[in-house]
């Protein structure tokens, strides 16, 4: 049964960092892709940035480009967000999930494509 477990996620301040980690299990086969989405109160769950392992390739939401990276551990069971420069704006769930589908590079962030998904971590920036 596949799992993914969220962690890392809690309270910084403005210009602070967090670094998210997603424990993945109960694959058999390597899935095409991995991404976070997050979900601030009142808002559309948004996707934040995705690796796609197939391409090799990662992407990432306008909003935090050069302040989030994505990166995948060295048993690859173990995908983690590094948040810097984190801002007012970034406060919600922050969750993972996996996906079986061919990475798209122009829509990498669509919920559908997503097979599995974890219970989400809170992340909170606030003075």
């Known amino acids: 049964q596949v799992q993914l477990v969220e962690s890392g996620g809690g309270l910084a301040q403005p210009g602070g960092s967090l670094r998210l980690s997603c424990a993945v299990s109960g694959y058999t086969l390597d899935y095409n892709g991995i991404a976070w989405f997050r979900q601030a109160p009142g808002k559309d769950r948004e996707g934040v940035s995705c690796?796609?392992?197939?391409?090799?390739?990662?992407y990432y939401a306008d909003s935090v480009k050069g302040r989030f990276t994505i990166s995948r551990g060295n048993t690859k069971t173990t995908v983690f967000l590094q948040m810097n420069d984190l801002k007012p704006e970034d406060t919600g769930v922050y969750y993972c999930?996996?996906?079986?589908?061919?990475?798209?590079?122009?829509?990498?962030?669509?919920?559908?494509?997503?097979?599995?998904w974890g219970q989400g971590t809170q992340v909170t920036v606030s003075s």
């Open positions: 690796l796609s392992i197939t391409e090799n390739s990662t």
């Open positions: 999930a996996t996906s079986l589908t061919h990475i798209v590079p122009s829509h990498p962030f669509v919920p559908l494509i997503y097979d599995d």
